[in-house]
């Protein structure tokens, strides 16, 4: 084996395949009756070195189907954080991704595997908004770890180009509509909306399960920013398929409190099967403050009373509780008169600042910024960092597409 092994790094570092094809099959008998010299041969490769051999290794593992999950899913992780670049883009190493996402997903640890596939990704990229086969898998385990955040910066946004080794058509609006739920998951509600929108447009004259989900997350993440849905014109037959497969999702469009909830009850076994009530529950909120803001275009001055009546909310703790927080989130220009119950509606003009103060600031800041950059990507890169997010992810959806 150590003689085989010494051969296989010579034929892998000449990519001589046809060569190693043939001493893999000369070996398939052998292999087949001692199923322990593969994982025997991964232990003599070193991953820095001998990346494309052990990449075909691991592939040969595979359609052999002699493999140890724990063992393999180390080998696979080892390869792709130390691997040589140039090897591993030499490597067909899609088998090994997908196998090894399978692996993981079976295993149930998948914060383990973002780290690996990450920098897997990475090496791949033959240019920095790429987006590859590897980003593909991460995607879909970050959604599924709920690790929103890390998900999101591995992934190059934007992206100008989609690497079409190993990636078809429907794997590429899937990796699309991950980038969109992490950014969800993160509540980057506009870049989110952007990739949710683009995994709308099914490929082909089908229309996917992924378009389908896209568009439901789509509408409720247009809700809750702007209160309403953008019209699209429809292009062709499967526009017009996909709109009525999400007609429970447009009836949504009220900011009529009495209407909403009457049509969220009609719907909500559709919805939970989803698992959108989490986005639900955010657009309930959401609607009461757009009609809150409504009234900034015909008062001046309101009462909190008035405005519990005309935002039809519950009560006037609610209404005061509301617009305190769409001020300290920045939605709302307004004072509140404590001892009267006015609330003041204001459009107050920013204090000026030179242009010299501007730029000094902006240069302070960004120096701040690289340095917070810096240290943050050093712990996110860390296995405690990534079980800490999942277990702190917000649970406002889980994704129907990725449990099956």
Same mark, same amino acid.
């Given at each position: 084996?150590?003689v085989?092994?010494?051969q296989?790094?010579? &034929?892998?570092?000449?990519?001589?395949?046809?060569?190693?094809?043939g001493q893999?099959?000369?070996?398939?008998?052998?292999?087949q009756?001692?199923?322990?010299?593969i994982?025997?041969?991964?232990?003599l490769l070193t991953?820095?070195?001998?990346?494309?051999?052990?990449a075909i290794?691991?592939k040969?593992q595979?359609?052999s189907?002699r493999?140890?999950d724990?063992e393999?899913?180390s080998?696979c992780?080892a390869?792709?954080n130390?691997g040589?670049?140039q090897?591993?883009?030499?490597?067909?190493?899609?088998?090994v #991704?997908?196998e090894?996402?399978?692996?993981? &997903?079976?295993?149930?640890?998948?914060?383990?595997?973002?780290?690996?596939?990450?920098?897997?990704a *990475?090496?791949?990229q033959?240019?920095?908004?790429? +987006?590859?086969?590897?980003?593909?898998?991460l995607?879909r385990l970050?959604?599924?770890? $709920?690790?929103?955040?890390?998900?999101?910066e591995?992934?190059?946004?934007?992206?100008?180009?989609?690497?079409?080794?190993?990636?078809?058509t429907?794997?590429?609006?899937?990796?699309v509509y991950s980038?969109?739920v992490?950014?969800m998951g +993160?509540?980057?509600?506009?870049? @989110?909306?952007?990739f949710?929108? +683009?995994?709308?447009?099914p490929?082909?004259?089908?229309?996917?399960?992924?378009s389908?989900a896209a +568009?439901?997350?789509?509408?409720?993440?247009?809700l809750i920013? /702007?209160g309403k849905?953008?019209?699209?014109?429809?292009?062709?037959?499967?526009?017009?398929?996909l709109?009525q @497969?999400? $007609?429970?999702?447009k009836?949504? *469009?009220t900011?009529?409190?009495?209407e909403?909830?009457?049509?969220?009850?009609a /719907?909500?076994a559709?919805y939970?099967e989803d698992?959108n009530?989490?986005?639900?529950l955010?657009?309930v909120e959401?609607s009461?403050?757009?009609?809150? $803001? $409504?009234l900034?275009?015909t008062?001046?001055?309101?009462?909190l009373a008035d405005i519990?009546v005309?935002?039809q909310?519950?009560?006037?703790e609610?209404?005061?509780q509301? #617009?305190e927080q769409?001020?300290?989130?920045?939605?709302?220009?307004?004072k509140?008169?404590?001892a009267?119950g006015? #609330?003041? &509606?204001?459009?107050?003009?920013?204090?000026?600042?030179?242009? @010299?103060?501007l730029?000094a600031?902006?240069?302070r800041?960004?120096?701040l910024y690289?340095?917070?950059?810096a240290?943050e990507r050093?712990?996110?890169?860390?296995?405690?960092?990534?079980k800490?997010e999942?277990m702190a992810?917000? @649970?406002?959806?889980?994704? *129907?597409f &990725?449990e099956s």
């Open positions: 084996m150590e085989f092994a010494m296989l790094k010579t &034929f892998a570092e000449q990519q001589a395949w046809a060569s190693i094809k893999m099959t000369q070996l398939k008998d052998e292999l009756g001692n199923p322990q010299l994982p025997t041969l991964c232990q991953p820095a070195t001998d990346a494309l051999a052990l290794a691991l040969y595979i359609e189907s493999k140890t724990a393999w899913i080998n992780a390869l792709f130390f040589d670049a090897q591993l883009q030499a490597a067909d190493s899609l088998p #991704v997908a090894f996402y399978a692996s993981v &997903f079976q295993s149930k640890d998948t914060i383990c595997a973002l780290g690996p596939l990450k920098s897997l *990475e090496k791949l033959k240019s920095p908004n790429e +987006m590859n086969f590897a980003h593909h898998w995607s970050a959604v599924l770890a $709920k690790c929103y955040s890390f998900g999101a591995a992934m190059p946004v934007p992206f100008s180009k989609i690497a079409p080794a190993g990636l078809d429907l794997s590429c609006l899937e990796t980038v969109g992490l950014h +993160m509540k980057n509600f506009k870049t @989110a909306s952007l949710l929108r +683009m995994a709308t447009y490929p082909g004259h089908a229309v996917s399960q992924v389908v +568009m439901k997350k789509y509408i409720l993440i247009e920013q /702007n849905v953008p019209h699209h014109k429809s292009h062709g037959n499967t526009q017009s398929i709109q @497969a999400v $007609k429970s999702y009836v949504l *469009e900011t009529n409190a009495t909403l909830a009457r049509e969220i009850e /719907n909500q559709q939970a698992n009530l989490g986005l639900i955010q657009w959401a009461a403050k757009h009609r809150i $803001k $409504k900034t275009k008062y001046m001055k309101l009462s519990a005309q935002a909310l519950e009560n006037v609610q209404a005061e509301l #617009v769409m001020v300290l989130d920045g939605q709302l220009l307004a509140i008169d404590q009267s006015v #609330v003041t &509606f204001s459009n107050a003009k920013q204090t000026h600042v030179s242009q @010299a103060e730029e600031r902006f240069k800041v960004a120096e690289e340095q917070t950059l240290k050093e712990l996110k890169l860390t296995e405690q960092y990534l800490a999942r992810a917000p @649970a406002h959806f889980e994704d *129907e &990725f």
